[in-house]
């Protein structure tokens, strides 16, 4: 299969075929995230869709020297966003904060009690995993899927959304406790 | 060492970590029991993340997509594709009418031009008709103005200057009342929209 650089090339030369050939690549992952960032398969597929077309009708703004993949994502996670913002949602900013001064992660490992992450069957944690994501923060949960559901980089993340490579680390890292906390909050 | 931070953990997890600050952590994981738990919770976390299911897909999915894009950019063949219809559809309405009249062919055109121009004809009468109807209506309605400036001025003779004042001033404030009323409803009906 060609690279996606090449699939770009022969998209713009007019072979419809190869932008055909993106869509299916990259079709799952791009459900996936949407999905879990709306909580709803419809809306999700329904978005994916427009990021597809929106991704088609600027393919001729896209920079070669940009990974594709990236490139992508950014267009999907401004589509998420559009709809928040069309929701008026009471939740944070998704590009709140642009430094580490509101990533605060606890210093020292908190003195837990025996943990409920590791009793739990992995399918039963999986489950509660996808509801605890749901209280995730958009700014949060949008770093945690890309890394532990799409498997993006942290250079990649932070080239999606122009933040330091830091700061996405801490925010990944502050997701993972905060839905530990709430799994252990909710045996 | 001291227990592990939380960010130490994850680098550690993720294998972020260089071999020089690798090895104190895995020092310390060897005799603390408290950050092994710490460290074997937060790798199970990630491990059931990892493997979460994925939204199923419907198989024609990219082809949806692709005639959502490709149908919008298709303009010259799907104008060539109506301008065919179109003459189908003419074509088989004037074979229906030659049956149906039983007349030839330019027998039948000069029926319907005859049809169009009676046609045309009697819609440009109306039309005349209607025009001046409403030009009757203007002026019927300028004379009533001009009545009512002329019965108001009249009337306006028979009173006090000051009563005049008031009536002025009462007039003006109807008419302001009236614009807020009517500006407040359309304002509350955008927003009971929204």
Redesign the interface.
Known sequence: MDDDKTLVKKTLAGEKSAFEMIIQKYQQPVVNYIGRMVGERELALDFSQEVFIKAYSSLGSYQSQFTFSTWLFKIASNTVIDYWRKKKLPTFSIDQGRGDDDDSLPFQVPDDKPSTVRKLELRELRQEIERALRKLPPHLKELFIWRHINGLSYEEMAEIKDLPVGTVKNRVFQAKEMLRALLEENP | M??????Q???YLEEELSSLERQPVESHLASCV??R??V???A???????????????AD??????S???TAKSSPRALLITLAAGFSLLSTTFGVLLLVTGQNLPGLFVSLIQYLWTSLRSLSMTAIKLFKLIFLSVKILFNLIDEFVEGFSTLSGMISPQARIVMVALTLLLFTTLFFVIRRRFFFGENNEK
Do not use: K, N, Q
């Open positions: 001291s227990c592990l931070r939380v960010d953990i994850y680098l408290h950050c738990e710490a074997a919770a937060r199970r976390l990630t491990e059931a993340a990892g493997t979460l299911p994925d939204f199923e897909i419907p999915f990219s082809r949806r997509v692709m959502r894009i490709f």
